[in-house]
Every structure is written in C-alpha cells, then in structure tokens.
C-alpha cells in the first residue's frame, strides 16, 4: 500500500496535480529557452562567424548545413513571441539581421533569380510569409508583411488548381517540381496566409494589388479544399496529402498538419463567426488529445529532422484554440489540462536546466555536452512560450 501511495504521489507531482506552475515559472522556462535558440543556434553568436545571420540546423555549431530552409521562419516565431512577451529589444535587434541573412542562405533562391525568399518547397515559402507577418504584428514595419504578400501573391498561390482537373479539383501544390502533389502541410499555412493578410489589409495600408476581400474568398476555398480532400470529418484526423496518382495518403498523420488545419479553421472561425470552422478545429484538436497521444498520455518523442518541429507546430495553434471562450467548457478544460500536461512534463524532465535545451524526448533531457537539433528545440521554446500566453479556465 505504501508503495502504491508512493508512485500515485510521484505521477501527481510530474502531472502538477499538487504543484500547478505559476506564470512567474513558465516565462522562466520560456526566456531560457529562447535565449538558449540564440546561444546555441544563431550562427553570429559564435566567435569567427560573427556576420552568420542565420540559425545553424545543430547545437554549438554541430551541424550548419543550410539546406533546411522552413526551421528558419520557426526560430524567427520563437524571437517574435519572446519579443512580443518580454518587449525586450534583444529579441528584436536579431530581426534586420536575420532579413539580411535568410535569403543569402536559400539554398534553393539562386534557382530563381527574381525572388532570393523563393524556395521549390511552397510550404517552406508558406512558414517563411507566416513569420514574416508576424514581424510586422510585432513591429508594425511595412516592409515585412509586404514581402508576405508579394510571395504569396507571387509564388504561393498560382500553385492552386486547376480547379477542373480530376480527381485534385483544386488544392495548393506542396512542390512546384511535382505540381500533382496536394498536401495538408501546402494548404494549411496557405489558407492561413490568406486569412491573415485579410486580417491586416486595413494596418498594412495596402493600396495596389488584390482587394481586401480577394484574400478572404481564397482562405475559405483553400480551406474547403482541404477540408474536403484530407481532413476525416467523423475522426478529426488530417491526412498528409493526395498524391499524383489521386491517392489520399491515410496513414500519414501529422500533428503540424493537424495544427494549422485548427488554426486556419479557428482564424476563419473568428473573421465570419461561422461556428463550423470552430467545430472542425475542435474536433482535429480532440484527435490529437485523444488519438495521438499514447506516450503515456503524451505524443511521441520527435529527436531530429523535420519531425522535430510538428509538435511545436501544433501547440502554437492549439492554445489560441484554448485560450478561445466561444469552445465549450468541457473542452476547453480537456485541452487546458492536455497542454499543461504536456508542458510540465517537457519543463521537469525534458529540458536540461543547464543548458536550458530540449532535445526531442519528453522525459529524457540532453546531457550538458549532448549536441540537439534546431528542430526539436524549436518544439520545447513554442510549448514554453504557448504556457505563457495560456488564459486560465
């Protein structure tokens, strides 16, 4: 009996049953995790690469390969919500420099003269215009949510359609080499780029280019669209993509594709106050929640590569969804209790208090001399900084 008391106490104190986190703790974890990002990933931090204005794909210059371009525009989210958080101008000081850098280091920009932001991947370009908007959310200079609609306008989406071709009917394109290839991860940001530029046609002061409403009519299509084609309307699931042979790839289901399918659902629900959008983002919420959670009530570890950052990825999106009054109660405590969850269990076992780095296992923090990807650390600085933005019931 009295080892059975011994393990329940130990499972309440890693699941905050005695102990909540206060806010004082979670912009604790948020600043030394995104402080770590620059100490660690930001190229010019290192001595001899001082004008390296780009976040290195290693810890400590364990790798700098440059040709993983979208963790770029994730590491540049991570500086906008520790800026917009903390008003501290060291997070801000890095945006000039990181737009000075990025398109130097786009492996794929010299493929396209015009444009050194154009990448082959469209959803890369997608992340890019995302954390560019949020730039100038943060700063309110012109310059970069310019940049977010020329690419958009440009480059994103004359990708969509053809809208009479079978048995795509439509759909953003993920590759621009591969245009019969409509996947959750193009669509997504896409349908949330348009929602977005919508949203700030007024404050931008745009006053040549597409009207306001243009934006908002292409959001909803994108959206449709993959609400049609990949999102399981019984289950909440999000399907990875329908392929050049028309086949709906049904057993890849990915939590970032998960995440912005919520969060375009979620952005429409709040432009047209249409609660259907807010029932889909719901119910691809639950999914996660219920579904993709069976690491002891956890999603799976994500040590490397592009898997690294799709839970990160999702959390963004996923409290905005929590933090929203208009979800039903039950729900809303559900997901509360999930994220929190999730959270403390990252911030006690999963980040090394040292190095303040997470490397990827939920439960296991890197040693002090363990090298970790961009990715997964991209994932531990969202999950922190969304504790810090998270509303109480």
Known sequence: MKKTLTI???????????????????NKMANGTSEAL?????????EGYEKRYYFNYGS?????????????????????????????????????????????YNFAGKMNPKDPWWNVFVDDMEWIVLAQIRMFESTG??????????????WIWPTWGPEDEAPWFGGITW?????????????????????????????????????????????????IWEKNYLFDRKTGAVYDNINGKGEIQRNWIFTYNIGTFLGAAHELYKITGDKQYLDDAVKAANFVVEQLSQNEGLLPDAVSGDGG???????????????DHSV??????????????????????????????????????????????????????MLMEAMCVLQPL
């Not at 296991?364 to 600085?381: F, I, R, S, W, Y």
């Open 8 to 26: 329940l106490f130990m499972l309440c104190c890693v699941f905050g049953v005695f102990a909540q986190k206060d806010i004082t703790y979670w």
């Open 38 to 46: 620059i100490k660690h990933f930001w190229g010019a931090s290192f």
């Open 60 to 104: 400590d210059l364990s790798d700098m390969s440059t040709n993983n371009y979208w963790p770029q525009a994730h590491a540049m989210d991570v500086l906008v919500d520790a800026y917009m958080r903390t008003g501290k101008s060291y997070y801000k000081e890095l945006f000039p420099l990181w737009w000075e850098g990025m398109p130097k």
């Open 141 to 154: 200079e012109k310059k970069y949510i310019e940049k977010a609609r020329q690419v958009y306008d440009d």
């Open 175 to 223: 590759k621009t080499d591969v245009a019969k290839s409509k996947n959750a991860c193009s669509n997504g940001p896409a349908a949330l780029i348009a929602a977005r530029l919508y949203s700030f046609y007024d404050q931008a002061q745009f006053s040549d280019g597409k009207i306001k409403n243009a934006y908002l009519n292409e959001a909803i299509k994108i959206y």
């Open 309 to 323: 950052l799709f839970h990160g990825i999702f959390f963004r999106y996923f409290v905005k969804l929590i933090n």
């Open 328 to 381: 039903d109660y039950s729900d809303r405590k559900k997901f509360h209790e999930y994220i929190t969850r999730c959270a403390t269990v990252m911030a006690t076992q999963g980040i090394n208090p040292n190095t303040m780095l997470y490397g990827g296992r939920w439960r296991k923090a890197p040693a002090d001399n363990e090298k970790v990807g961009l990715t997964p650390h991209l994932t531990g600085c």
